[in-house]
Structures are given as C-alpha cells and as structure tokens.
C-alpha cells in the first residue's frame, strides 16, 4: 500500500518463525526436568486398583508377571522388579504423595507418625525417573537422574480406617530416593489393618 509516498508492507509473522518458539514449549511438555537433590516435588493424580509405579523410563520388567504382585508384595505394600516399583496404596484411586531426591539416606529411625516403611532397590539405567499411574500409566513425575542404582524408601500416612475401594482417601505417602547398591527389600514399619 502506498500512502502518501511511503510505503507500507503488511508484516506478518511468518509460520516458520513460530517453529522454534513450538520446540521450546513442547521440550517442557515433554522432556524430563533436571533433578537436584533436596527438590521436594508434589504429586497429586488419579490411579486404579490400588497403586502406581516409580520406574526406569525405559524399564523392561513386566508388572503382569506372578513374580511381581505377589502375595508377600501385597503384605509389604510394594512390588519390586529389576527396574520397577509397584506401590501400593489404600485408596483405590487417588493419591497424594511428595517424592525427594537425597544425596544419602535419610537417618531417621524413628517411624512413629507414620502408618508403614518400606524401602527397596531399583535401576534407573536410562537416566530418566517416572512415576506412573495404573492402568494407563501416564506418567505424572519425569526427572533426569544419573543413571545407576538407587534405593528408594516409601512411608505412608494415615492408612487406618480408609475404605480400599473409595476413589478418596485421608492417606498419603512420601517417596525418598537416593543412590545405593542394596537391591533388598526391607519393611521397616509394617501397617497391621484392624
């Protein structure tokens, strides 16, 4: 358009400056965040059946197998493979938990306020954490770790007087990990439903 001798173009934003912009904001969609120890990161998310899954984001283990769900995997609230962890929790679907990335264990020996302690060995081998939901596991938490082995330590919160099948619930759990070569599983507080 030409007004009184200047002359004016239309600018538009062209469609392939918007495509870097696009990668940026799909990397925080979609890429992992870098852990630093002492982070503490708020987990609030709907699951099935009882439990969720912290797990190697490219674990192979197999959750459907006998060896995972066992009966005494139940009794101790969680479920171990090579590279998974099946947790367990009260309420059938919600839940509520903190996870923490430690440089070392935590020395507390004293599990009073809490209802149940378990802790127990996991591979992250690809460098990248995630917890899961269930049945779809959707990944709700990914962090970038330093691939290895770690130790990871579960307490649960008010557990008493939940009803199992209800989506809702007053439990709630905190996840501690750090880096550890003891594969074991160990409770070290064992919840006994009345």
């Known amino acids: 358009m030409n007004t009184g001798g200047k002359v004016w173009r239309k600018t538009g934003v062209n469609a392939f400056s918007l495509i870097p912009c696009l990668l940026v904001l799909l990397s925080f969609v979609f890429l992992a965040f870098k852990s630093d120890p002492g982070t503490k990161y708020r987990l609030d998310f709907f699951t099935s059946h009882n439990q ?8 192979k283990s197999n959750t459907g197998a006998n060896t995972f769900w066992t009966p005494q995997a139940y009794h101790d609230r969680l479920a171990t493979a090579y590279d998974i962890l099946g947790i367990t929790t009260e309420s059938y679907g919600h839940v509520k938990a903190e996870f923490e990335l430690l440089t070392k264990a935590d020395s507390q020996t004293d599990f009073s306020k809490y209802d149940h302690v378990v802790e127990a060995g996991i591979t992250i081998q690809s460098g990248i954490l995630q917890i899961l939901n269930f049945p779809d596991y959707k990944s709700y938490l990914k962090l970038i770790v330093t691939p290895g082995k770690y130790r990871v330590r579960v307490y649960s919160f008010s557990l008493k007087n939940v009803d199992n099948e209800a989506d809702e619930g007053p439990d709630h759990y905190k996840i501690e990990m750090w880096p550890d070569n003891n594969m074991g599983q160990k409770v070290l507080k064992q919840f006994v439903k009345n």
Do not use: G, N, V
């Open 52 to 59: 969720f899954y912290l797990c190697d984001s490219a674990y």
